[in-house]
């Protein structure tokens, strides 16, 4: 991506460094251990910065090429690959995923109120839209429940060291929905059953699919389910505020050391994955995420490489529920604000900035991961911000919405 001055994009560059001290704040309090974000507009670099440690205990620093774990900033990578496959005409998103996945036949969906995992009744099986959108009826271990709890029992999270992806899904199949498909919003392992579908669909696993079908035509180098070999000094430490699990996205913080490590280059399952989860189970770079958003911002297409066409991407950006997220009654945590925001193929869309609450433009689309970390495309403002950090929860301090104020605050044409 070439540079250009921050003046030569209408960009205050005074007001554009009040970013580098809201980070530097975030060590110094010890909120976050280091992070660093990338900002281009009309498709050039206008700001970069890294600040603080990629590893306490080493006293190394966070920099450009850290890597980090991507978590749910793994969901519009996956989304993009089904989209890929449908514009092939392999399959259409009304398909119930049962056509792939015989474990989906029979489904059973939760009674509403029902208190145990066996108050059910008769349901269909969700639809690969329903899936895409979150409306399909499955959830995460983390949310509130009966079915969650189910999944918590079963340890259902799709972590990179619990074998593979086949076998997981195979066990998600097996119970009921928390509800009836389309019904409501609610995060979910949804994106995990579409790696699935991809695998199935391409005939390989969805780490080669990801490889040679979006990496390697993006110039993508260091992101891929396991830390690749010879990078693993540039893994960054994961940190949590909390005492007890760093995946208790919607626990109180509690603990005493607000950098408590928790998973350490060395030691880290992402350095030996074998399942290759499509909800959650990325690592990859700064550079090389923005080089996904920006294909997405330049409508499917990257590097002379078309991933997508325009269509296809516009499609994707749109909001695909009847309303916004928080009409449709979600009980779950979610990585973005609820009211006034909608939910595309891949990540969450602004309707309307005012009722969001956070400065930003109609039509954001956007995406986070549990370790806190963060990327939006505005296509009215021609903006990509990619931003990386380590602190596991996400809801453990409102980074996000800083963020975008201080980036919308450096913007004066």
């Keep these: 991506m070439r540079t250009a001055e921050p003046s030569s994009k209408g960009v205050d560059p005074a007001r554009l460094e009040r970013i580098a001290g809201w980070m530097d704040r975030y060590v110094s309090e010890r909120k976050f251990a280091g992070s660093s974000i990338l900002i281009a507009r009309d498709g050039a670099e206008i700001f970069f910065n890294s600040t603080g440690l990629r590893s306490v205990e080493q006293g190394l620093p966070f920099q450009r ?3 980090v774990r991507l978590y749910s900033m793994t969901k519009p990578v996956t989304s993009v690959a089904v989209m890929m496959l449908a514009e092939l005409g392999l399959f259409h998103l009304d398909a119930p ?22 108050q059910t009744e008769p349901a269909p099986a969700p639809t690969l839209h329903q899936l895409l959108t979150h409306t399909s009826g499955l959830s995460y271990p983390f949310n509130p429940g009966v079915l969650p709890a189910a999944m918590d029992d ?6 990179p060291d619990q074998g593979q992806l086949e076998s997981l899904v195979g ?4 119970l009921p929905l928390a509800f009836q498909p389309g019904t409501r919003w ?5 994106i995990d059953i579409l790696g699935r579908v991809v695998e ?8 080669q699919f990801f490889q040679s079908q979006i990496f390697d035509p993006l110039g993508i180098r260091d992101t891929a389910f396991r830390v690749p070999e010879g990078t693993g000094d540039r893994f960054a430490s994961l940190y949590t505020p909390l005492a007890g699990d760093a995946m208790a996205l919607n626990a109180a913080k509690g603990g005493d050391d607000t950098l408590r490590l928790v998973d350490k280059a060395g030691s880290s399952p992402f350095e030996q994955a074998t399942l290759y989860s499509g909800g959650g189970g990325l690592v990859g770079t700064l550079d090389d995420y923005m080089r996904f958003a920006e294909m997405l911002r330049r409508k499917g297409a990257f590097r002379g490489e078309r991933l997508l066409s325009p269509k296809t991407v516009d499609f994707m950006m749109r909001n695909h529920l009847p309303g916004d997220i928080a009409s449709m009654g979600p009980q779950s945590f979610a990585e973005q604000p609820m009211v006034g ?3 595309g193929l891949g990540g969450s869309v ?6 969001v609450h956070v400065p930003g433009s109609v039509g954001d689309f956007s995406w986070g991961g549990m370790a806190s970390t963060f990327f939006w495309i505005d296509p009215v403002l021609d903006l990509s911000v990619v931003f990386l950090t380590q602190l596991s929860p996400s809801s453990s301090y409102p980074c996000r919405s800083e963020l975008k104020a201080l980036v919308h605050g450096a913007l004066v044409e």
């Design 171 to 174: 066990q998600v199949a097996a």
């Design 154 to 159: 079963a340890d259902l999270l799709f972590r």
């Design 97 to 118: 995923v049962s056509d792939f996945i015989p474990a989906f036949n029979d489904m059973q969906a939760l009674i509403p109120k029902a208190v145990r995992i066996d």
């Design 186 to 190: 609610e995060y979910s392992v949804s």
């Design 65 to 67: 090429d850290t890597i």
């Design 341 to 343: 925001t909608g939910f």
């Design 200 to 207: 199935i669909v391409a005939g390989q696993s969805l780490a």
């Design 350 to 355: 602004v309707l309307d900035p005012g009722r």
